[in-house]
């Protein structure tokens, strides 16, 4: 914590104490009722916290998941409510949650998600560069044992580790050619083996 962060939260303690002050010292008379007011605003205050603190998993829990289907090795993916397509992939055996990008050229782990699939960050060589929105950023490659979505399996892939703070892995543009068919419509991605 900071000195500025400590200087706010000083400043906001003896706001609160103020206020708490001046409302028990001008409603004295009937303090039953301010303390019910206070409970109640106590609890909204504590519900407010909670469902701050829980967010990501009340929008998980709203996204629409993803609709695998083996028929075909053919997938459906939802639009998300952002606007994105994600899906949950299997990396070297462990889930990996990913947005479609075509936009990004490989597929880009997060230095999290490379370590959840057994890949050490810290033993990369970080000798590649990526530029993205935010500017440029180093990349190590790293060839993946294997990627599995729904049926459809692939070993061998060539992938890349971002050196930088990327919020999610994404799935690029050489792992969706592998796709005879990548369809966009009626609020889905289809993507066709």
Same mark, same amino acid.
């Given at each position: 914590?900071?000195?500025?962060?400590?200087?706010? &939260?000083?400043?906001? @303690?003896?706001? !609160?104490?103020?206020?708490?002050?001046? $409302?028990?010292?001008?409603?004295?008379?009937?303090?039953?009722?301010?303390?019910?007011?206070? @409970? #109640?605003?106590?609890?909204? $205050?504590? !519900?407010?916290?909670?469902?701050?603190?829980?967010?990501?998993?009340?929008?998980?829990? #709203?996204? *629409?998941?993803?609709?695998?289907?083996?028929?075909?090795?053919?997938?459906?993916?939802?639009?998300?409510? /952002?606007?994105?397509?994600?899906?949950?992939?299997?990396?070297?055996?462990? *889930?990996?949650?990913? #947005?479609? /990008?075509?936009?990004?050229?490989?597929?880009? &782990?997060?230095?999290?998600?490379?370590?959840?699939?057994?890949? /050490? *960050?810290?033993?990369?060589?970080?000798?590649?560069?990526?530029?993205?929105?935010?500017? %440029?950023?180093?990349?190590? *490659? +790293?060839?993946?044992?294997?990627?599995?979505?729904?049926?459809?399996? /692939?070993?061998? +892939?060539?992938?890349?580790?971002? %050196? !930088? %703070?990327? %919020?999610?892995?994404?799935?690029?543009?050489?792992?969706?050619?592998?796709?005879?068919? #990548?369809?966009?419509?009626?609020?889905? &991605?289809?993507?066709?083996?």
């Amino acid at each position: 914590m900071t000195d500025f962060d400590t200087a706010h &939260l000083v400043y906001l @303690v003896m706001l !609160g104490c103020a206020v708490v002050f001046w $409302f028990m010292a001008s409603n004295r008379e009937s303090m039953g009722r301010v303390a019910q007011q206070a @409970v #109640v605003w106590g609890l909204i $205050f504590l !519900g407010v916290i909670a469902a701050v603190g829980l967010w990501d998993d009340i929008r998980q829990t #709203v996204r *629409p998941g993803q609709a695998v289907f083996s028929d075909g090795n053919r997938i459906e993916l939802p639009r998300a409510p /952002d606007g994105h397509y994600y899906l949950t992939a299997q990396v070297n055996g462990t *889930p990996v949650d990913f #947005v479609i /990008d075509t936009g990004a050229t490989q597929i880009v &782990l997060t230095q999290d998600d490379a370590r959840a699939a057994g890949i /050490d *960050p810290d033993r990369l060589a970080f000798v590649g560069r990526a530029y993205t929105a935010n500017g %440029e950023v180093r990349t190590a *490659p +790293v060839r993946l044992e294997s990627i599995t979505i729904g049926p459809i399996r /692939d070993t061998g +892939v060539r992938a890349v580790v971002n %050196e !930088g %703070e990327l %919020e999610q892995s994404l799935l690029g543009m050489t792992y969706l050619q592998r796709f005879s068919s #990548v369809e966009i419509a009626n609020g889905q &991605l289809v993507l066709t083996r």
